[in-house]
């Protein structure tokens, strides 16, 4: 982790009439945000007064998980933090790093609560890069062996997932400092939203993400190792058309082994183009998802590439223009699932497709082995060439029957 700097808890406040060179207390306030995080220590809390703070904030600190570093409002009146950023190309294919909030080095244990933040943020853990270059030649190589090397990356061991980052501390050869424990709870998020790559056990809570410019990337990204999260309770929207690259105008989306995550009572809605309401991609696995809505999308969720053991249960989507829900349909043509791209081991149970325009499916099933869906009402089904003769074969079940669906 960065390095926390050690002293008593402190309060901090910010306000648009106030100095830098002040104390920061309420009657002799600081004047930016970022001054208040250069002076900030474990278990401060910075308080901003009402107004609009037009200034980029880069974070290269920690708190501590029992001393977290809070950015929230004075409680005087609705605060929004903004940066001019340079527009994206609408054909980018990566997520833009230009951002209000940059989290660097591996930062550990902020909490950001109760803001209005425009141009979004992004957290990036220390030797990130690495990591997914890694992941990402063993893709373009089409070698899935060493990607399930990884400790709790075949089977469902959150115990030994734990231990990923040592073990790629030996693979790559040198020291790694994911992000710890940021929390990102009741804020109003606009223009680009949370992107977080290499990461772990954070909290994105209760947020609105919506109106989110096109080139920047989804409304949630989680990319990278970036395990055990919570992402409950948010209301993603509007994300704008991204030319025709499908990951970048996407709601909520987890890729790259970013596994063991909750993503729960969510609500994503109005999209275009193709975009998924919620995906994972690229060996995202043992993940949770529950209790979501997704309305007025093409694709409602997609469990895209070599996604193992995700649990998809209770989940709704409603007025769909091209597929409710949808599992690795890019391997229709392969006579056999694929370890290297195709679902495995997924739990699919009580999930309701409905509403779908003409001719959309509610389910379709490209490729998938070892996977269990029981209770669920799709309607339209729609399977690969090649599913319904392995189906049994390779270990799937359909409401408790070895028969494939029809």
């Not at 008593?8 to 306030?29: Q, R, Y």
């Not at 250069?38 to 501590?64: D, E, M, V």
């Not at 609560?113 to 990591?131: A, C, F, P, R, T």
């Not at 056999?336 to 699919?348: A, E, F, G, N, Y």
């Amino acid at each position: 982790m960065a390095t926390p700097a050690s002293a008593a808890p402190t309060t901090l406040d910010v306000a648009t009439t106030g100095k830098d060179t002040n104390a920061g207390t309420p009657s002799a306030p600081l004047k930016t945000v970022q001054a208040a995080i250069n002076k900030a220590k474990p278990g401060t809390t910075i308080r901003i007064h009402k107004g609009t703070y037009n200034q980029q904030l880069i974070i290269r600190k920690s708190g501590t998980a029992t001393a977290p570093i809070t950015v929230t409002t004075a409680g005087d009146g609705p605060v929004m933090i903004t940066s001019d950023q340079p527009a994206e190309s609408c054909d980018s294919r990566q997520p833009s790093p230009r951002r209000t909030i940059l989290m660097q080095a591996g930062s550990d244990y902020w909490t950001f609560q109760g803001l209005s933040i425009h141009n979004g943020i992004y957290i990036n853990g220390g030797g990130g890069h690495e990591v997914y270059t890694w992941h990402d030649d063993l893709v373009d190589d089409r070698n899935w062996q060493p990607r399930r090397a990884v400790p709790g990356a075949s089977k469902n061991d959150p115990v030994a997932a734990k231990t990923a980052v040592a073990y790629m501390e030996k693979v790559l050869g040198r020291s790694l400092n994911p992000a710890d424990g940021n929390q990102f709870i009741g804020n109003r998020i606009t223009g680009r939203g949370i992107h977080a790559t290499f990461t772990r056990n954070g909290v994105i809570k209760d947020n609105v993400i919506t109106e989110v410019t096109c080139g920047t990337g989804p409304g949630i990204w989680l990319i990278t190792f970036s395990n055990f999260w919570q992402v409950t309770g948010n209301d993603v929207s509007h994300i704008a058309d991204s030319g025709d690259t499908h990951f970048m105008q996407e709601g909520i989306r987890l890729g790259t082994a970013s596994n063991y995550n909750l993503v729960s009572r969510n609500k994503v809605h109005d999209l275009g183009d193709d975009g998924r309401g919620i995906a994972t991609d690229v060996d995202a696995s043992f993940n949770t998802f529950e209790y979501n809505t997704v309305t007025n999308v093409p694709i409602g969720y997609n469990d895209e590439m070599s996604g193992w053991g995700n649990i998809w249960r209770n989940n709704t989507v409603s007025n769909f223009s091209i597929l409710g829900f949808g599992f690795r349909m890019k391997d229709r043509v392969l006579k056999l699932p694929s370890k290297d791209t195709s679902t495995h081991m997924s739990i699919v149970t009580n999930n309701i497709a409905s509403g779908g325009r003409k001719g959309a499916a509610g389910l379709s099933i490209g490729a998938i082995a070892g996977s269990k869906f029981s209770g669920n009402t799709f309607g339209k089904i729609n399977l690969g060439a090649y599913v319904a003769g392995y189906w049994a074969k390779q270990g799937n079940t359909w409401n408790g029957t070895t028969k494939p669906p029809s």
